[in-house]
């Protein structure tokens, strides 16, 4: 299954479970049939709004022209940062979709931060596909939030072109979705270049979230590191599939990918899939991958010192996605995240 | 070092494969090519039950429908199921009751083999061998099986699976399919339509059984696909060991092996399944070899009940095998050592499947994945936890090594919960030797090929140590030979 396979309007272009790409998100399943096409007309979205330093850029209902545009506005006001903000209606009588992809390059030595923020209501399936290039040198930082409604059907993928000496780092929230799946393919340039690739997800109800990343290192000395943590509870399914390939001749290679969620209730799911995918000799790759209940030292330890046991779990649970939005640099976004995982969390206690 | 010599002789040996020989015996076959009759015939030539003959056409019916998998990592070309004999026996001369009257070609190939735990011994009736219980299966039928009364005495069943079709049809018919059902895969659909012969162990309640249990495969006959059925059952409270050797003579066109192994484990029970896997991997450009294409897997049924599968693969062209533990009875355990060496063209996708039902279940992998030439070796494993499967534990750990610039090593993972109370560690690292370390051993004296053997030696240490000491010499002996010289 390609990227550009899977066309929303095209029921023959569903994934199955057949679909080893798809193994634990039956897209098909889901959307039986095609989804109504919209009748309004996209307008291209104003360049002037700025909130909080950023350069606003309307993608609702899967509209992304006129992306590169924005982009290069952003990194021409010279404080680099572009707010994707993308909202989706749907009907409340069978779903409304929405397709559309876009691009933005982001030239040597420049710097640029991404923020997108997708939320949507009622019934809708969405298929956006996103482009990145960056030239040599050049820095892009990608903080998504997918914060959708339960009745919502929603493929986001994106692929990732790196250069020699370039910077990518990716940070994604998700509540998850009735089907959320968002999916990075990264083509690591080596020479220098660094990709980090890292996210949070708190699924509950019937909710199903989908983080599938692909990393390619076709070239020597590239680092990559992954870090992607999860709560899932009532009767939510994560679904975590990472692969790092390292090919041929790209000797030099450092990649890393972690993996580690808490299932809060029995009935929960997870599903992971961490593969390595390995055809030099030398390289350093290893990834960990842990499943399971709240450390009951770390529990103890709260314990002890006067905390009652419901705080305790309800602090410790919320301490453990935290670090992923620490390590966002950019101080605004930082706090976006937070507070946004601070809002969601409250429903995630850990037994 | 003389021993660093030996080893790199035998690696220059191994480039003419030297269990390539082929024993010249007369064979009786079964028309080429699979279709009911064939199904029949098999039946008929073992005297089977008509329920047996029932399953099997029902399995025929069943593979008939199937594809075959593509799923793993490994590229062959599809074998073609109508150019191969489904059987092919030694034929029957009156009475072989004892061991001088075995065909003395069959003797020999025996000793060509190099039988490390002396079952050629054994075999030749020496006064003061060791005590093995050896099932050889020789082209699907098997010849001979030693020591049989004296396992009798403690009331170990040990024989023949098509003998025990006939003595013991009650015990084979409540176990037979009930771990690898007749529709589970392809080949093991295939295997159950027209598997020849195979072991068959039950261990009575209480008893431990006094003896290895050991049995070596051997793929002898050209063109002829080789389906063992092995059902090994541990009642309750009982103990087994049980060995699995194979080596197989050169042949230039692949050869397709679909064993199923089927372990089921009662309240208390514990069985050991060791593999040192040792068949032709092809010539150096990839030609020949053996398709293993197997079935193993063991229900551990009863509450504490375990098992432990260990296994050495350094041999066949293709490798698709994933011996895995249905943990059903509470506190069940079930373990993993693996250890998969490729060289040359080979491709190896290997792993396990836990599964985990049962209360407070634990299993633990330990793979250790080596990959030199132009080799590749998958790490495929799958650990899952049903919802009531509380307080289930599983560590995993897959490390993989990779010797020079042309083999590849993946691994694939698949981890699945569905419980809060589930605590499950998966760890995996890729990396090349340590030039460090290497570097360490050498200026310490030891030679590039030492220093190597050491350090390799070390990386596979935790899976060699879980096999039986018999085992574990010939084991280090066959990762020794694949590795050592593939480093330059």
């Known amino acids: 299954m390609t990227l550009s396979a899977l066309d929303i309007f095209d029921p023959s272009s569903y994934p199955t479970r057949r679909d080893e790409e798809w193994k634990y998100s039956d897209l098909s399943r889901v959307l039986r049939e095609a989804p109504k096409k919209p009748l309004v007309v996209r307008t291209l979205s104003e360049l002037d709004s700025e909130p909080d330093g950023f350069v606003y850029f309307s993608a609702d209902e899967a509209g992304f022209d006129g992306l590169q545009a924005a982009a290069d506005h952003a990194m021409q006001k010279g404080h680099g940062r572009l707010y994707i903000d993308g909202n989706d209606f749907g009907d409340e009588d069978g779903y409304l979709g929405y397709q559309g992809h876009g691009e933005i390059n982001v030239a040597a030595g420049q710097a640029l931060v991404v923020f997108e923020d997708y939320t949507g209501a009622f019934d809708y399936a969405v298929h956006s596909h996103l482009r990145f290039k960056l030239g040599d040198g050049a820095k892009l930082t990608r903080v998504v939030i997918l914060d959708e409604p339960e009745t919502a059907v929603s493929v986001r993928q994106s692929t990732v072109e790196t250069a020699p000496d370039s910077v990518f780092k990716q940070y994604v929230f998700s509540t998850g979705a009735k089907f959320q799946r968002f999916e990075t393919h990264v083509r690591h340039a080596g020479h220098g270049a660094i990709v980090e690739m890292n996210g949070a997800y708190l699924v509950k109800d019937k909710r199903h979230f989908d983080l599938t990343t692909r990393v390619s290192h076709g070239e020597i000395n590239g680092v990559t590191d992954q870090t992607i943590k999860g709560l899932v509870k009532d009767s939510a399914t994560a679904v975590f599939q990472g692969r790092i390939i390292v090919e041929k001749g790209a000797d030099g290679t450092d990649a890393r990918m972690r993996h580690q969620a808490l299932i809060l209730n029995d009935g929960a799911h997870i599903r992971a899939k961490p593969e390595l995918e390995i055809y030099a000799d030398d390289v350093q790759c290893a990834h960990g991958n842990t499943i399971g209940a709240l450390d009951e030292d770390a529990m103890f330890f709260a314990m002890s010192r006067g905390i009652p046991e419901e705080a305790a779990r309800a602090m410790l649970t919320h301490a453990f996605v935290l670090p992923v939005a620490d390590a966002i640099e950019d101080d605004v976004l930082r706090e976006t995240v937070l507070n946004f995982l601070e809002n969601v969390s409250e429903d995630f206690y850990a037994v | ?488």
């Open chain 2, 1 to 488: 070092m003389a021993a660093v010599k030996e080893t790199i002789e035998t690696v220059a040996g191994l480039e003419t494969y030297e269990h390539g020989f082929v024993t010249d015996i007369e064979m009786e076959f079964a028309p080429k090519g699979l279709n009911a009759d064939v199904v029949r015939f098999i039946s008929a030539k073992k005297n089977e039950p008509e329920w047996m003959l029932e399953m099997r056409l029902a399995a025929y019916e069943r593979w008939l429908t199937m594809e075959e998998p593509d799923w793993a990592k490994v590229d062959y070309q599809k074998v073609d199921y109508q150019d191969l004999y489904y059987y092919a026996a030694p034929k029957k001369k009156d009475g072989p009751k004892s061991l001088d009257e075995i065909d003395p070609e069959l003797l020999k190939t025996y000793a060509k083999l190099g039988i490390p735990l002396r079952e050629q011994e054994v075999l030749a009736g020496v006064v003061g061998a060791p005590r093995y219980a050896v099932d050889a299966v020789f082209d699907s039928v098997s010849v001979v099986t030693t020591f049989k009364d004296e396992l009798k005495k403690s009331g170990v069943i040990f024989c023949a699976i098509s003998e025990a079709l006939r003595e013991y049809p009650d015990l084979v018919r409540q176990y037979l399919g009930s771990v690898v059902p007749v529709s589970d895969n392809y080949f093991a659909a295939l295997n159950a339509a027209v598997f020849s012969d195979g072991s068959f162990v039950y261990v009575p309640p209480g008893v431990r059984c006094p003896m290895e249990l050991s049995t070596y495969f051997r793929i002898n006959a050209e063109n002829t696909g080789q389906f063992e059925r092995t059902l090994i059952i541990a009642d309750k409270g009982a103990y087994v060991s049980y060995l699995e050797g194979c080596t197989a003579p050169q042949r230039d066109e692949n050869q397709l092996h679909a064993a199923v192994v089927e372990l089921v484990a009662l309240d208390d029970a514990e069985i050991k399944y060791s593999t040192v896997q040792n068949w032709y991997p092809g010539d150096a450009e990839g030609k020949g070899g053996i398709y293993n294409f197997v079935t193993k897997r063991a229900d551990c049924r009863g509450a504490r009940s375990k098992v432990s599968w260990t296994q050495v693969e350094t041999g066949s062209a293709v490798t698709w095998k994933y011996p895995s533990c249905i943990l059903r009875g509470d506190d069940s355990v079930g373990e993993f050592y693996s250890i998969a060496v490729t060289n040359g063209a080979q491709q190896a996708d290997t792993g396990t499947k836990m599964i985990h039902l049962g209360k407070n279940t634990k299993s633990r992998i330990i793979s250790k994945g080596i990959s030199a030439g132009r080799s590749s070796a998958t790490y495929r494993g799958l650990v899952s936890a049903h919802a009531k499967a509380t307080g289930a534990r599983n560590f995993t750990q897959c490390d993989s090594l990779l010797i020079g610039k042309t083999c590849a090593s993946h691994t694939v993972p698949y981890i699945e919960s569905d419980t809060a109370k589930a605590q499950f560690e998966h760890e995996a690292t890729t990396t090349r030797l340590s030039e460090d370390q290497l570097f360490y051993a050498m200026q310490r004296g030891l030679s590039q090929e030492e220093a190597v053997a050491l350090l390799v030696n070390g990386f596979v240490r935790d899976v060699l140590q879980k096999l039986p000491m018999e085992f574990a010499v010939e084991a280090q002996k066959l990762v020794a030979i694949s590795l050592e010289g593939s480093v330059g």
